[in-house]
């Protein structure tokens, strides 16, 4: 099994709009988030707040979301899959992505040999 990294991207203002909404979609992603850990396949996720810092060498800027931002990543799941065809389907499955609410940019784990690093 490999690891994937799922990034749940979500238009600022589809984002704002959902904040009624919020208790719902907690509880059918908690549900989805449930099915993917009997399965074997979760192993860690958390929502994101809009909020933060973005920093490069000479500066940081901390009022995000970021003026040229269309979207943010409003959470993220670290889950195991056979390959990224099978990662990518599990993230079809996501209750928010059937609904057209947000999507999931699936991105594999690079594996480094840490023995290198000693």
Not at 45 to 74: C, H, M, T, W
Request: aromatic share 8%; charged share 25%; proline share 3%.
């Amino acid at each position: 099994m490999e690891k994937f990294l799922f990034l749940i991207r979500q238009d600022l203002i589809d984002r704002e709009k959902m904040k009624e909404e919020d208790n719902q979609n907690i509880r059918v992603m908690t549900i989805w988030m449930e099915s993917l850990a009997q399965a074997g396949n979760h192993l860690a996720s958390d929502a994101l707040l809009n909020s933060g810092k973005y920093v490069g060498r000479d500066y940081v800027v901390s009022d995000g979301p970021f003026i040229e931002a269309k979207e943010s990543i409003s959470g993220f799941f670290l889950i195991l899959a056979e390959n990224v065809e099978q990662a990518a389907a599990i993230a079809q499955t996501c209750p928010l992505v059937l609904t057209g609410k947000v999507v999931i940019e699936v991105r594999p784990i690079m594996v480094l040999d840490h023995e290198q690093f000693s």
